[in-house]
Each structure stands twice: as structure tokens, then as C-alpha cells.
């Protein structure tokens, strides 16, 4: 059989369960998805031991000016919370307790706006 050269999925279908990983090069989010765990297993598909290839590539895909910013939006408030009941911080405003995966959030919401003050507000 020849080898896949692109493969397309939703979240569901290619989520838990799906070891497709030994080869990927990059993982493309045409959406944003409601649950943060969902970015998580998107990306879970290609950070993975195993994977063959030393550099990946992750891309995520906005549109200016649509529901993008505000999905993106929801994203880092739930991430925000989520990273602080997990480190054990208290519930804050800081940017100080976000992780990496709040400010990607951040980052992606700033440019669907179109508004890169969001960006320097978040640290980024």
C-alpha cells in the first residue's frame, strides 16, 4: 500500500485511540474547538514519542473579523482558569500565571481581532 501523503480528520474522528503520529510533519486547525482539551488532543497527534521527524510544524488558522476572536477568547479565559486550579495558584487576573498554552490562545485571539495591543497587553 502506498504511504499517506495527507490526511484529513475532525477531532473526534482522529482523537483518542489514533497512532498516526510515527510520520507527521504538521497539524493544520482550520477551527477553533469549544474544550481546551480538544487543542490539546489535536496536538497530541503529532507531539508524540515515536515521531520520526526532529521538527513539526503546528499551524492555526483565523479569520479577522469573525467568531474567531471570540472562540479564541473563550479559549484563554478556560485556560486561564484551568492552569491556575491545576498549579494550585489562586484564581488571579495576572498575566504572570498564564502557561504556554494560555498565551497561544492570547496570541491567536489578538490576531483574529486584528488588534496586536492584545498581543503586547498578554506579554507575548
Avoid at 32 to 45: H, M
Avoid at 81 to 87: D, E, G, L, P, R
Wanted: charged share 25%.
Amino acid at each position: 500500500m502506498g504511504e499517506v501523503r495527507i490526511l484529513l480528520g475532525s477531532t473526534l474522528k482522529l482523537g483518542t485511540g489514533t497512532n498516526v503520529q510515527d510520520k507527521l510533519i504538521a497539524v493544520h486547525h482550520l477551527d477553533c474547538p469549544w474544550r481546551p482539551s480538544d487543542i490539546e488532543q489535536r496536538d497530541g497527534r503529532i507531539l508524540r514519542q515515536g515521531n520520526e521527524n526532529p521538527v513539526i510544524s503546528i499551524f492555526r488558522y483565523v479569520t479577522k473579523g469573525t467568531f474567531d476572536a471570540y472562540l479564541w477568547q473563550i479559549q484563554e479565559q478556560k485556560l486561564k482558569y484551568i492552569s491556575q486550579v491545576m498549579t494550585g495558584k489562586s484564581i488571579s487576573r495576572s498575566c504572570e500565571d498564564m502557561d504556554e498554552t494560555v498565551l497561544s490562545a492570547a496570541e491567536v485571539k489578538a490576531i483574529a481581532t486584528s488588534n496586536p495591543l492584545l498581543a503586547e497587553k498578554n506579554g507575548s
